[in-house]
Nanobody, 131 residues
Framework: QVQLVESGGGLVQPGGSLKLSCVNS???????????VGWFRQAPGKEREAVAG????????YYADSVKGRCTISRDGTKDTVTLQMDNLNVEDAGTYFC?????????????????????WGQGTQVIVSS
């Protein structure tokens, strides 16, 4: 069974960068490369929203319009890890960031269904954007 652990959050000034990591900490039957992996964020009082996703074996990617051109999702198969590089951060990017998995092509559902298809959520890592 996959167990996801997020890290890399913190306090950053507007315009700054962060690199978030999502690691599978369990000895699971399938490595993360088998699944779609999504990054989601949730601000206080708001619903969890999709930020970026990657399909199995890097079959494709999804980015929310709000982060296109500023974020890059990538896999490191040797470390069973998916990272989210975030650049030019602004205050609207603040929140708790979670990663989760879904079926191999489920990243295609993120635009319309957000987190609905995803499971095995990590505990989250907090991103604060403030001057």
């Amino acid at each position: 069974q996959v167990q996801l652990v997020e890290s890399g959050g913190g306090l950053v000034q507007p315009g700054g960068s962060l690199k978030l990591s999502c690691v599978n900490s369990a000895q699971s039957f399938h490595a993360l490369d088998y699944y779609s992996v999504g990054w989601f964020r949730q601000a206080p009082g708001k619903e969890r929203e999709a930020v970026a996703g990657v399909g199995h074996s890097d079959s494709g990617t999804y980015y929310a319009d709000s982060v296109k051109g500023r974020c890059t999702i990538s896999r490191d198969g040797t470390k069973d890890t998916v990272t989210l590089q975030m650049d030019n951060l602004n205050v609207e990017d603040a929140g708790t960031y979670f990663c989760a998995i879904a079926g191999p092509s489920a990243y295609l559902t993120m635009a319309r269904q957000g987190p609905a298809a995803f499971h095995s959520w990590g505990q989250g890592t907090q991103v604060i954007v403030s001057s």
